[in-house]
């Protein structure tokens, strides 16, 4: 045929009529001109080498433009705090403070003297607030930061007292025993692993001790003949104790009640409690540090501090999460169970006037990120066949839920209830009936 269009590469889509379409006249804006003009000659090149034809152009380069990442995720795990999730979502107050702090702000700055000031100050007092049995109060990177902190300005060279039922791997391989250690201190590990008494402890105290360090066995359940020193105990020693309670509680859960918090540890005699910021408190990632004025002043001008300082943006989170209302996983830790029902059903209705047969089920739920283990909320889910769980996790938004002999549980716990349409949304356009 002499006709020229029978070549399907006179056929590839121009790059001017491409960058009209407003997919890409959207992307423009977000991405720069250079990232889509990329991606269009990426998948003009495709269709002249035949890989894919002219009429796929458009997509193709569409689904070439970088990603926008982190991708926000509708958590139907029933995990609250799921560590590959991202641990606690912040509330809308954290959310506020954390934009405004994206530009210049007055992180470390007095706006009324125009001079220097304490560099997130108001975290520090809001956290302060929160718990005024802490004499001070210094926040870090995460809660394993705090606690090499701790060690390096209290026990390099010295000794860390510690039962051997409290050296536990806190996740990804990483093992408290070998992070106190990479700071020069030494571990004097006293007891067994299922019973240390006081006077293991005091056994082991001399002019060599740093200081008694207790953690909180936050992802695992002793049981049966066992027995653990309580901090009140410990107080009465004679040197430093530094309480590791993990979870970031500020106040006592009726939850929850096998969780420390930060303020009843103190109380017990405590000299030093560190946490981390996203398990119970709900905040961003960070590790916070409350105790006497004299060791938190110690560790805050010890020179491993600068290089363990939270940026303005942790800040700005931490203060939001604690000026404002309930964070989302107080929210989901006390959702309760007669609502998450009637959510769950509402949505099987709407699914079902759609053609789209899902059930009710019940469910547990549980804390994660390493807290409260043993403890289980009963909640309520959406149950789909099983093959629904690949297209979901696939989609825009992504959507997890958790598969259970053969039916894909979407728990409600977790997703907000402003997020209820679109989850129904995610999951009309999963594939429907095979
Ligand atoms: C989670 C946890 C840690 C580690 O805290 P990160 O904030 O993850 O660094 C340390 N100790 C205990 C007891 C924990 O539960």
């Given at each position: 045929m002499p006709d020229g269009t029978a070549d399907p590469r006179r056929r590839v889509p121009r790059t001017d009529t491409l960058l009209a379409d407003p997919a890409f006249a959207a992307a423009v804006a977000t991405l720069g001109r250079d990232r889509v003009k990329a991606a269009i000659t990426t998948a003009q090149d495709r269709a002249r080498r035949g890989e894919i034809t002219p009429e796929e152009v458009r997509d193709a380069a569409v689904a070439a433009?970088?990603?926008?990442?982190?991708r926000a995720v509708l958590?139907?795990?029933?995990?609250?705090?799921h560590t590959n999730l991202g641990r606690a979502a912040l509330s809308a107050t954290a959310v506020d403070a954390v934009v405004a702090a994206?530009?210049?702000?007055?992180v470390e700055l007095d706006l009324v003297t125009g001079r220097r000031a304490r560099r997130g100050r108001d975290a520090l007092a809001a956290l302060a607030a929160a718990v005024p049995d802490a004499g001070a109060v210094h926040v870090v990177n995460n809660g394993a930061a705090a606690l090499v902190l701790a060690a390096t300005a209290l026990a390099a060279d010295r000794e860390i007292v510690v039962s051997?039922?409290?050296?536990?791997e806190i996740g990804d391989g990483f093992r408290l025993p070998d992070l106190l250690e990479s700071t020069g201190a030494r571990l004097r590990e006293v007891g067994t692993t299922n019973r240390t008494t006081l006077d293991d402890y005091a056994a082991a105290?001399?002019?060599?001790?740093?200081f008694v360090l207790k953690v909180h066995p936050s992802n695992f359940l002793v049981t049966g003949f066992t027995s653990a020193v309580p901090v009140r105990r410990l107080a009465t020693l004679g040197v430093p104790v530094v309480a590791d309670?993990?979870?970031?509680?500020?106040a006592p859960d009726p939850l929850l009640p096998a969780e420390p918090d930060a303020a009843g540890t103190l109380r017990a005699g405590a000299h030093l409690v560190t946490a981390s910021g996203?398990?119970?408190?709900?905040?961003?990632?960070a590790g916070l540090l409350l105790g006497t004025a004299e060791l938190v002043e110690r560790l805050r001008r010890h020179p491993l501090a600068r290089a363990l300082r939270v940026d303005k943006l942790t800040l700005a989170a931490l203060a939001g999460t604690l000026h404002g209302a309930d964070t989302p996983t107080r929210a989901a830790l006390h959702a309760d169970p007669a609502g998450l029902r009637e959510r769950a059903e509402r949505l099987r209705d709407a699914l079902g006037v759609e053609g789209r047969k899902a059930d009710v089920a019940p469910c547990a739920s549980v804390v994660g990120?390493?807290?409260?283990?043993?403890v289980e909320l009963d909640s309520w889910a959406l149950s789909?066949?099983?093959?629904y769980a690949e297209p979901l996790r696939a989609g825009t938004p992504p959507v997890l839920g958790r598969v259970v002999r053969g039916r894909l549980l979407l728990d409600?716990?977790?997703?907000?209830?402003?997020?209820d349409d679109l989850l129904r949304a995610a999951v009309l356009r999963a594939p429907g009936e095979g």
């Amino acid at each position: 045929m002499p006709d020229g269009t029978a070549d399907p590469r006179r056929r590839v889509p121009r790059t001017d009529t491409l960058l009209a379409d407003p997919a890409f006249a959207a992307a423009v804006a977000t991405l720069g001109r250079d990232r889509v003009k990329a991606a269009i000659t990426t998948a003009q090149d495709r269709a002249r080498r035949g890989e894919i034809t002219p009429e796929e152009v458009r997509d193709a380069a569409v689904a070439a433009l970088p990603r926008r990442t982190p991708r926000a995720v509708l958590n139907a795990t029933g995990v609250v705090l799921h560590t590959n999730l991202g641990r606690a979502a912040l509330s809308a107050t954290a959310v506020d403070a954390v934009v405004a702090a994206a530009g210049h702000t007055d992180v470390e700055l007095d706006l009324v003297t125009g001079r220097r000031a304490r560099r997130g100050r108001d975290a520090l007092a809001a956290l302060a607030a929160a718990v005024p049995d802490a004499g001070a109060v210094h926040v870090v990177n995460n809660g394993a930061a705090a606690l090499v902190l701790a060690a390096t300005a209290l026990a390099a060279d010295r000794e860390i007292v510690v039962s051997r039922g409290e050296l536990v791997e806190i996740g990804d391989g990483f093992r408290l025993p070998d992070l106190l250690e990479s700071t020069g201190a030494r571990l004097r590990e006293v007891g067994t692993t299922n019973r240390t008494t006081l006077d293991d402890y005091a056994a082991a105290i001399g002019p060599r001790t740093g200081f008694v360090l207790k953690v909180h066995p936050s992802n695992f359940l002793v049981t049966g003949f066992t027995s653990a020193v309580p901090v009140r105990r410990l107080a009465t020693l004679g040197v430093p104790v530094v309480a590791d309670i993990g979870s970031g509680l500020l106040a006592p859960d009726p939850l929850l009640p096998a969780e420390p918090d930060a303020a009843g540890t103190l109380r017990a005699g405590a000299h030093l409690v560190t946490a981390s910021g996203d398990k119970l408190l709900g905040g961003p990632q960070a590790g916070l540090l409350l105790g006497t004025a004299e060791l938190v002043e110690r560790l805050r001008r010890h020179p491993l501090a600068r290089a363990l300082r939270v940026d303005k943006l942790t800040l700005a989170a931490l203060a939001g999460t604690l000026h404002g209302a309930d964070t989302p996983t107080r929210a989901a830790l006390h959702a309760d169970p007669a609502g998450l029902r009637e959510r769950a059903e509402r949505l099987r209705d709407a699914l079902g006037v759609e053609g789209r047969k899902a059930d009710v089920a019940p469910c547990a739920s549980v804390v994660g990120g390493g807290g409260a283990p043993g403890v289980e909320l009963d909640s309520w889910a959406l149950s789909l066949p099983a093959r629904y769980a690949e297209p979901l996790r696939a989609g825009t938004p992504p959507v997890l839920g958790r598969v259970v002999r053969g039916r894909l549980l979407l728990d409600l716990r977790c997703v907000p209830p402003a997020a209820d349409d679109l989850l129904r949304a995610a999951v009309l356009r999963a594939p429907g009936e095979g």
